[in-house]
């Protein structure tokens, strides 16, 4: 009943008035037009700069600061939340929706099982009067069916065969990607660009056209030319990839779509690019196809805490219909931190509008592709999804207590804090450095469980964690096995003949590929580039990344007087222990290493790892840290960069630091005491000017303690850059750090 009283505030796609259409109907909603499209969004970079935040902007709160208190409030909000998604992602629509002014079925086929296949041919009453095919599956029968639009593409056309068996109609509907075709849907890829051409005026990019196409199938199914009896309060989408994407869209532009289904879409849909974007090794706004998303949006790569909206919008405009997010543990494509950090967000809105079980995340194992090929999404894949869909229309068994929420990235500071003992908590303000540093790592227990696995990667794990693609000829990876249960991988030239220096490769929050790179690589992987220049590569998922993802969800339940970082550091010596000491195991032979040249390299936390292990092993001979910290001390540009929330809470990386929140002068060691430890030993240390999880200034101060403290050393051993850029790590970045490696010869 709440969702019917709030139904006609939502704006749909068929309303033949721009007024109507866009929900302007007041002088409220007519100024906020204004305020959106003219005077606050003039200037990118002043307004950015104005509102940056590192957190996810709240959907339950205006860009001037109000709260959404009462229904009333968030009709103007959800208003404020599509127009600046309009501006910042998909460009605007056209003013008005065209007419069907004709439809003719062009093909027909009754199949052995009862189901008609069509193919029809719709006409739209646009100035050249444009037409489009559409496919049309109905099962047999004569009842009103529930419909199931989806593209074309071959993988998802199990989806529709399954869906037909259920009883539902579906709608293959013109929305194949521009870089796919497929032979039986001739035009299904292009169409879109001929509706554009139609309507000079609008901005709008690829996927929100297609999106714009899925609704007028619905329209004609909907209208008095259907050739079926479609239950209008029936009605779902599905997608894959770039499809879910454009599925979730489609979703939040038109409320007829009552379910929505949304298969690794990535970002910007499922995944805010908050929460992916280089630093994590995802899609970043300069990494869609030209077409997709609005060119302007690319402005936005390396300081992506300055959009207003992210991601997480499209749950503000589907609510509180029926959204499933079904993603993967390993998804190439989104980091299940990201995908948590969005969901939970929109989790706000359903809450507020009685509907807080219509929203989920539907994790499963594997990666981006998890099905047999040539299929790609499973068949039991396919079926948990129709699952959601019976569920939200009523028509099955299922129950929404076979869809729990199950977060992996719900750490409670609150409860950690209540489950410390008060005495373990406090360090002495004057005891060594060392001491100091070792503290904010936690107690690591006396003994490890060893958990149950296999000694090494299995051929299924090390094919869903490397990208063999990558590989350079004359590189070979071996797999290995050190410390406490860690495996990894080796990388080095073949044909080496001398012994090799050794890198221990720490990866930044990429919590869904761990040590891989994935997206932003160029050419080939950090670990690989640095193979080819005869280094000894040792690289291996940190805890709660990658296929040790599960393991960062458990950890504080097992070690509560412990850090993921403390035992992240441990890791780090053990990859120094098995190359100074051959301590651990290898699948194969390896080459002879020179263990007085062997290096921490790490990137975003792993720069952290890099930097606290190097501090605590006088084994290291070198350490490299990029866009790995900014000084705990200061907390004045917490809410641009995170400040140290991202530690202690957000990633919970070190929850001892959350003691200190609001007195952060009070925290007991800084950088500069960490960089202490670390010297003499050489250190290269890259802080890009522009790194929007970092305050510069503050990181500045920190180098000049540091070679104020210890002026020879520092003078030997410091070096520092900072690049005028933003957070990345890319190939001139890897070519640094061997030219750094080349002046310690």
């Not at 749950?315 to 543990?329: K, V």
């Not at 020179?594 to 006088?618: N, P």
Request: proline share 6%.
């Amino acid at each position: 009943m709440q969702r019917l009283a709030i139904r006609g505030r939502f704006m749909v796609l068929t309303s033949n008035n721009y007024t109507q259409r866009y929900g302007l109907r007041t002088t409220r909603h007519i100024c906020l037009w204004l305020l959106v499209s003219g005077v606050l969004l003039t200037s990118f970079t002043a307004f950015g700069q104005a509102y940056s935040r590192a957190e996810l902007p709240p959907l339950l709160e205006f860009l001037d600061g109000r709260k959404v208190e009462a229904l009333d409030d968030w009709e103007e909000r959800r208003e404020e939340i599509r127009l600046l998604l309009i501006k910042y992602f998909i460009g605007s629509f056209p003013a008005e929706t065209p007419k069907i002014v004709g439809a003719k079925v062009i093909s027909e086929k009754v199949h052995d099982d009862g189901s008609i296949r069509r193919r029809i041919r719709v006409t739209l009453d646009t100035p050249n009067r444009v037409d489009f095919e559409m496919a049309l599956w109905l099962p047999g029968g004569k009842d009103r069916f529930p419909l199931l639009l989806t593209a074309p593409r071959f993988y998802q056309r199990y989806w529709a065969e399954d869906a037909l068996k259920r009883g539902y109609a579906v709608c293959l509907f013109p929305g194949v990607d521009s870089h796919h075709r497929e032979a039986d849907y001739p035009g299904y890829d292009s169409v879109w660009q001929t509706v554009r051409k139609e309507y000079a005026k609008a901005t709008w990019t690829e996927i929100s056209t297609k999106g714009w196409l899925a609704s007028r199938c619905i329209d004609y199914l909907l209208g008095d030319q259907s050739v079926a009896e479609i239950d209008a309060d029936k009605i779902a989408i599905i997608g894959f990839s770039r499809y879910g994407k454009q599925a979730m869209i489609a979703g939040a532009f038109d409320e007829r779509i009552s379910c929505v289904v949304a298969r690794s879409p990535g970002s910007p849909a499922s995944c805010p690019y908050r929460f992916t974007s280089r630093n994590t090794y995802a899609e970043a706004p300069s990494d869609f196809p030209s077409e997709w998303f609005l060119p302007s949006l690319r402005n936005f790569t390396g300081r992506e805490n300055e959009l207003p909206i992210d991601a997480h919008g499209w749950y503000g405009l589907i609510a509180p219909r029926h959204c499933l997010i079904h993603t993967a543990h390993n998804d190439g494509a989104e980091p299940t931190f990201a995908v948590e950090k969005a969901y939970i967000e929109g989790r706000s809105v359903y809450r507020l509008l009685g509907a807080e079980q219509n929203l989920r995340i539907d994790y499963r194992i594997g990666g981006h592709s998890s099905g047999p090929p040539p299929e790609q999404v499973s068949r039991a894949d396919r079926q948990r999804n129709l699952d959601w869909m019976d569920l939200a229309f009523d028509r099955g068994l299922t129950k929404h207590v076979e869809f729990p929420e199950q977060l992996i990235h719900d750490f409670d500071w609150k409860q950690w804090r209540s489950q410390q003992n008060t005495a373990r908590l406090a360090i002495a303000k004057n005891a060594p450095s060392i001491e100091r540093v070792k503290w904010s790592l936690g107690q690591a227990p006396k003994t490890l469980p060893l958990v149950d696995q296999s000694e090494f990667f299995t051929d299924a794990e090390s094919s869903l964690m490397t990208h063999d693609r990558w590989t350079p000829r004359g590189v070979r990876r071996v797999p290995i096995h050190f410390g406490q249960g860690v495996r990894g991988n080796l990388f080095f030239k073949e044909g080496l003949v001398t012994p090799a220096p050794v890198v221990v490769w720490l990866h930044p929050l990429s919590y869904h590929s761990g040590y891989n790179e994935g997206y932003g690589v160029q050419g080939t992987t950090v670990y690989h580039r640095l193979a080819e220049n005869g280094f000894a590569v040792i690289a291996y998922d940190q805890c709660g990344f990658g296929l040790r993802l599960v393991e960062g969800r458990d950890f504080y339940k097992n070690h509560p007087s412990w850090s993921k970082l403390g035992r992240m550091v441990m890791d780090a010596r053990a990859a120094v222990s098995f190359a100074v000491e051959r301590r651990g195991s290898a699948k194969s032979a390896i080459p002879e290493f020179d263990i007085k040249r062997v290096f921490l390299l790490g990137y975003s936390s792993g720069a952290l790892t890099a930097m606290y292990a190097s501090a605590l092993d006088d084994r290291v001979a070198g350490v490299a840290c990029f866009s790995g910290w900014t000084p705990l001390r200061d907390a004045v540009n917490g809410r641009a960069t995170g400040g140290n929330r991202r530690l202690w809470e957000l990633h919970g990386l070190q929850p001892l630091l959350g003691l200190f929140d609001g007195r952060e002068s009070e925290i007991p060691f800084d950088y500069d005491d960490v960089l202490g430890l670390v010297l003499p030993k050489p250190c290269l240390v890259v802080t890009p000017e522009h790194d929007r999880f970092a305050d510069f200034n503050a990181i500045s101060e920190v180098i000049d303690r540091v070679r104020s403290a210890k002026p020879r050393i520092a003078k030997g051993s410091l070096v520092w850059l900072a690049p005028d850029d933003t957070n990345r790590f890319q190939a001139d970045q890897h070519q640094q750090f061997i030219n750094w490696t080349k002046t310690l010869e």
